[in-house]
């Protein structure tokens, strides 16, 4: 654009031009003066756009996914940072051409924050997003009788990462019979007042903030037989 202006003006704002975010502009002011004429020119850039539309695409036990839509504008590359509370644990430069990132090795059931940056030159504009990953499924789950007609004893591994209690289910014919909470710092629980030599199911899910792990299931079989039958499935 090229614009005479009053010759007292000490300053000019290009407001009804639809300018580019991110984009470098130069501009120089021309003073005349008769046939004779100075020039001084400055250049300014125009701060970037955040990216549109960012999201947690994907989670598991320890990783995270994020996806994302690319802004309007002029943009040189990415900067993304990956937050535990006030630690940060994890920061990538990205090309601009990216629009998407993953994380591994996290804790299972934690909360993260991720703040993705678009720079321009020394300009940037920030968007986050918060991602849970799932809490960790137990293992090692185990049913045993120890010798008694009317009771089975659960036991299985404590988990890593956040926790605040365990599910146990106790299931006999499809029907769930038990439902039982079960404080993080303990592996066990022992259900009574069973029937005899009745097949049994538990199953076992680990929760945190009302988000559950995948189930661990084992059966087992109360009464007086010589031989238990334990079978363990992951779901």
Not at 35 to 48: E, H, I, K, M, V
Not at 87 to 101: F, I, N, P
Not at 137 to 161: C, E, F, H, I, P
Not at 186 to 195: D, K, P
Request: proline share 3%; glycine share 6%; with cysteine.
């Amino acid at each position: 654009m090229n614009q005479t202006i009053d010759r007292n003006l000490v300053e000019f704002s290009f407001t009804k031009w639809a300018l580019i975010p991110g984009r470098l502009y130069g501009a120089a002011v021309v003073v005349e003066s008769g046939y004779l004429s100075s020039t001084s020119d400055c250049n300014g850039r125009l701060a970037p756009r955040s990216v549109q539309r960012l999201n947690i695409r994907h989670s598991t036990e320890t990783s995270l996914s994020a996806a994302w839509n690319r802004p309007f504008g002029e943009w040189d590359n990415y900067t993304v940072l990956l937050k535990d509370g006030d630690t940060t644990v994890d920061t990538r430069t990205l090309a601009k051409d990216v629009q998407e990132c993953s994380f591994n090795n996290l804790t299972p059931g934690r909360t993260y924050t991720l703040m993705l940056s678009t720079n321009s030159g020394d300009l940037s504009r920030s968007a986050q997003i918060t991602g849970r990953t799932i809490p960790a499924q137990v293992t090692q789950l185990r049913v045993s009788n120890q010798g008694s007609t009317d009771a089975l004893q659960v036991l299985w591994d404590a988990v890593s990462g956040e926790v605040d209690l365990y599910r146990v289910l106790l299931i006999h014919d499809s029907v769930v019979m038990k439902n039982e909470s079960v404080p993080p710092n303990v592996t066990s629980y022992h259900f009574q007042g069973l029937r005899s030599g009745a097949l049994y199911r538990t199953v076992v899910t680990t929760e945190h903030r009302g988000h559950l792990s995948r189930q661990m299931v084992a059966d087992g079989r109360t009464g007086n037989t010589a031989k238990q039958n334990t079978r363990c499935m992951l779901l």
